[in-house]
């Protein structure tokens, strides 16, 4: 069983960068960040392959950035320009090489970014 570790939520204010990390126990081939606000659906915002293939949701192009470090089995989402609306539970999420099931199949438990004043 994977486990995934998020760290680096918080409060910031509007135009504020955050940057989220996020742990996993053993090597995985796609890992990613989903978030869900409150009333909205989930959104699945960035991911990342091992060989450094990225995704953006339209809403984080330009302002968010992911990475990883494949030695460390780590993933990274920077987090500049913040807006009121980007305010969500964020999830780090991953997949196998082959998985192609429509939803990540390991999920973390969550970290809490709020954007206000």
């Known amino acids: 069983q994977v486990q995934l570790v998020e760290s680096g939520g918080g409060l910031v204010q509007p135009g504020g960068s955050l940057r989220l990390s996020c742990a996993a126990s053993?090597?995985?081939?796609?890992m990613g960040w989903s978030r869900q606000a409150p009333g909205k659906q989930r959104e699945l915002v960035a991911t990342?392959?091992?060989?450094?293939?990225?995704g953006y949701s339209n809403s984080a192009k330009g302002r968010f950035t992911i990475s990883r470090d494949n030695a460390k089995n780590t993933v990274y989402l920077q987090m500049n320009s913040l807006k009121p609306e980007d305010t969500a539970v964020y999830y780090c999420?991953?997949?196998?090489?082959?998985?192609?099931?429509?939803?990540?199949?390991?999920w973390g438990q969550g970290t809490q970014v709020t954007v206000s004043s």
């Open positions: 053993r090597s995985i081939f796609r």
């Open positions: 990342m392959t091992s060989s450094g293939n990225t």
């Open positions: 999420v991953g997949g196998d090489y082959g998985d192609s099931r429509p939803e990540p199949a390991y």
